[in-house]
């Protein structure tokens, strides 16, 4: 896996070395996508930046450890099948009204939720994003293979995240007392921004060349936040991600680069994602602070790319209002559940039953006079 991880760093100029034989690059490249090394790569400036370079989850030994290979395969039986609803949200995250927990009860129920209804590849995917989601795998699977699910053993695990987000950062997540945090600080320290790379390959119209290594670009990472570009305000998300890839195929700083051989055409850039993230996640400006976004969000987002489209679904909406986070869960089967830690015991509560309409969207933008804040989306086959 590591030579096919170096061998495409080769092909698209990012070193150049010699290619290593690799038994058989393209069953493998299906089933285990490829990593970039974020060594290679130049970490945009990111305000919410707050991960150590020892998080780097491409650093992960327990890719190559053969125990977690076999659990892989003896959890792939058992969890091809989505729980049905009622089971899945039989129970859930309790707000702790002392040691104020909504941020992480909502993270928690969120990816709890997703993880629940997608096969083993995503949920390898899924834990090797950072040390923190892999725990939150460990944590998933206990609650998931466990008889009695109850509100303490939800506790007890998102305890658990919580802890380890203290440790990482004793203030800004506060473990003790009335103390709100950003849920999407949460989501960036289990998702970071380093598993959402896009490379950029050069290549000329005339095709004089498959790919132009010298003139890859390889800066550009999706974005986790809906914000305003050029004062075009989308209608939803999918169309806000296909104006953001549409930029990057026409880079305006990039229009008088003429192709090396040819010499008569400039070159033309595409994007090329060499991981698709398990979790994409999108948070919006609030509108107290900013008039211009009430963006819906789409039932899916596809993310049109030199390889393949990369697909994903609506899993869950993270909503804030006074001072306190709720959720919707959107189940494989259409059923839309909503989470409040601090009623009916922490239990889901089941909302509507999606056609998964258009016209259902717009009901999604709030829950209980609080306002979307952060939509989740699940890569979908994976
Ligand atoms: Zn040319």
New binding site residues.
Partial sequence: MEKLEYNTLINYGFITEQISSVPDPESEYKKKPIKIKTKFVEPPPHKRKLIDDTSDPHNNSLYKNKKQKLNEKSSESTNELCPEPTTLFSSGCRWDSLNWSCAYDSVFMSLYSIFACHTSPFHHNFSISSPIAKKLEVSFMNILNSSSKNCTIFDHHRNNLRDELHTQNPNQFRRFGQHGTSASDILEIIFPTNIRHLITTAS?P?Q?HQSLPSHNRHTTIIPSQVIDRNSIIPRNLNEYMSNFIDNINQPSNAMDIF?D??QT?TLTYTPLLINAPPILFFELPMESTSSLCTILPSWNIKILLLLEPFQYQLSAIIYLGGFHFTIRLIHKNGSVWKHNGATNNGIPILDFIAQKTDSELEQLLTLEQRKAHIYIYSRVNS
Avoid: K, L, R
């Fill in positions: 000329c005339n004089c192709c051989i040819c055409s």
